[in-house]
């Protein structure tokens, strides 16, 4: 295969209007040239028999996509694929010189570790969005636009010869086809009201301004956690934590405590989420011209999964309101599908545990079925006439008992234990204690694999997917327990993030994908086409599914189509 190194030099960040790509810096092994007019290197960019190696290729895709309608097909991303051989993604915000030394996967650092190159004057970078745009390029900024392509074939062979070694090429190889969804995903944006936002802005701060006008004016400020507390405990109500306060309020059910906890909800609705949501630092106006919102994507967290800035589209409320303000085009509708149970069924595969593989195979309730091993005669003894069980049934006495499985399903597999059980079911330590032990005794299996993970993970700091890709991540922290409970919960979340990839790397194009949040995938299409869509996307996460936890039909995915985000009942 021939291979290319190619870098942009441009005038900021993002493409807003009035934005220019100066050259683009080619090195095909022979030669290295600065090209100006870019369309006449179209062919190249768009060729697939020719693999383009960029470093940071979602930046450099997407404004060769958006100013000038070029799809680069056949990427080899450096940086990305640098992140895999690391098993981490190190912040471009750290600022200690000696973890980036070893973990930075920006170019300058990447070839330094490689002995390759120790690049000056980087700073020029930057300059570039200052410059005179209609100005020719000076010799300085020529020489720097070429250096960022210099060592990149190389770089290029010295990654492929260590993924070899480290049995990664399949993760490489995901990440960068994914690379080509992103930008596709990103330039494709996602439609957005501001019309609706606003006016879901309107109705939250003056909600906002109610509840705040009812509080007790003995507190000056009640942003201050240092004055709630000292309120609080004059109540006879202790918080040690306000990040922890919605646990304690069922402890409490004090009147005020209720409705402090529904303002601090609506202050984020009205700061994080109001008005001031529609400016951006980076991108001026968070929404685009043509009324879409097209945020940004790191690809690679340390678990594998995604990220998102500016704006940040995964910490949207799942209930917010502001989800109806994201809506498709006219003529089309949203085609929703996620991946059911996914973390229960990672791990029910991974571990081989029996009770929770043949409940979901069976289409029962994990939670329920975990209950009523946990409860034995107590569960018996709460069945009433028409109860569902095995599947989620109605029972007031079931609903309780399923609701303390579940958070305890979900608490032992991110490492937790009787502490954190007790916490989130207001039971005492006691009884979460002996909970913890019936539970350990109806999955065996699980257990024993969560734990074998935990060991290996002190020993080797080091923990991998519980899938095919085993893709690797590297731990640096520094108690045994943190590297214990990484070790039990990484294995599900890299699965879960290898699993979305291979979703989206085999969609067809004809399913648009406009987001992705967590285990999520949504895609944008006629209405006409929606159902036709929907069974198409199922069967392509569901695939990708089975292909990752290796038991098929274990995961599920039962698309819906929307209006909007905003989950209705």
């Not at 369309?39 to 895709?61: M, P, Q, T, V, Y």
């Not at 989800?323 to 991946?339: C, E, L, T």
């Not at 943190?482 to 067809?508: E, R, V």
């Amino acid at each position: 295969m021939k291979f290319v190194a190619i870098d942009i030099e441009t005038s900021g960040l993002y493409p807003i209007p009035g934005s220019k790509i100066f050259c683009v810096a080619v090195n095909n092994g022979t030669t290295i040239k600065v090209v100006e007019k870019i369309e006449s290197i179209r062919g190249i960019l768009e060729n697939e028999k020719i693999c383009k190696i960029i470093h940071n290729a979602h930046f450099d895709s997407f404004w060769l996509r958006r100013l000038y309608d070029i799809k680069i097909k056949n990427i080899w991303d450096t940086r990305l694929v640098e992140q895999v051989i690391l098993g981490e993604n190190l912040p471009r915000s750290n600022k200690n010189e000696e973890l980036k030394e070893q973990l930075s996967s920006s170019l300058l650092y990447t070839l330094k570790r490689y002995k390759l190159a120790n690049l000056k004057n980087k700073e020029m970078g930057a300059e570039f969005a200052t410059r005179d745009k209609n100005a020719p390029l000076t010799p300085k900024e020529i020489e720097y636009a070429k250096n960022d392509v210099k060592y990149l074939l190389e770089l290029q062979k010295r990654q492929e010869k260590k993924l070899l070694e480290l049995d990664l090429v399949r993760v490489a190889e995901l990440e960068n086809k994914v690379v080509e969804v992103v930008v596709e995903m990103r330039n494709r944006g996602i439609g957005f009201s501001k019309t609706k936002w606003l006016e879901i802005a309107k109705n939250n701060e003056t909600e906002f301004n109610r509840l705040q006008s009812k509080m007790p004016k003995e507190v000056s400020n009640w942003n201050s956690p240092a004055q709630v507390k000292t309120f609080f405990a004059s109540k006879n109500i202790h918080i040690a934590s306000l990040t922890e306060i919605d646990e304690i309020s069922d402890k409490y059910n004090h009147p005020i405590l209720n409705q402090f906890i529904e303002m601090r909800k609506m202050f984020k609705d009205v700061t994080t989420y109001g008005k001031s949501w529609l400016e951006d630092k980076i991108k001026i106006d968070t929404v685009d011209s043509d009324n879409r919102v097209r945020a940004d994507f790191e690809q690679i967290i340390n678990t594998g999964r995604f990220s998102c800035s500016h704006p940040n589209l995964q910490q949207l409320r799942r209930d917010g309101l502001q989800r109806s303000a994201f809506i498709p085009s006219k003529g089309n509708v949203f085609v929703i599908g996620d991946f059911s149970s996914q973390e229960i069924g990672i791990a029910a595969a991974a571990s081989g545990e029996t009770l929770w593989i043949n409940a979901m195979l069976n289409k029962e309730d994990v939670h329920s079925l975990t209950a009523a091993a946990v409860s034995n005669q107590d569960w018996v003894n709460g069945k009433e006439k028409n109860c569902a069980y095995p599947k989620k049934c109605k029972c007031p006495k079931h609903v309780d008992q399923r609701e303390d499985a579940k958070v305890t399903n979900f608490t032992i597999l991110y490492g937790g234990g009787p502490l954190n059980v007790s916490r989130k079911t207001k039971k005492s330590l006691k009884e979460a204690t002996k909970l913890v032990h019936r539970f350990k005794r109806a999955v065996p299996k699980l257990i024993r694999w969560l734990t074998k993970n935990a060991n290996e993970s002190i020993r080797t700091r080091l923990s991998y997917s519980a899938d095919p890709f085993k893709r690797r991540r590297t731990l640096r922290d520094p108690e045994d327990w943190m590297l214990s409970n990484i070790g039990k919960n990484n294995p599900i979340q890299s699965c879960g993030a290898n699993m979305i990839k291979l979703a989206m790397a085999n969609l067809p194009e004809t399913l648009p994908i406009v987001l992705t949040v967590h285990d999520e995938l949504i895609i944008e299409v006629p209405k006409a086409k929606a159902n036709k869509a929907a069974l198409q996307l199922k069967s392509v996460m569901e695939k990708a599914a089975d292909y990752c936890t290796g038991v098929p039909g274990l995961i599920i995915v039962e698309p819906r189509i929307a209006d909007s985000l905003l989950k209705t009942k």
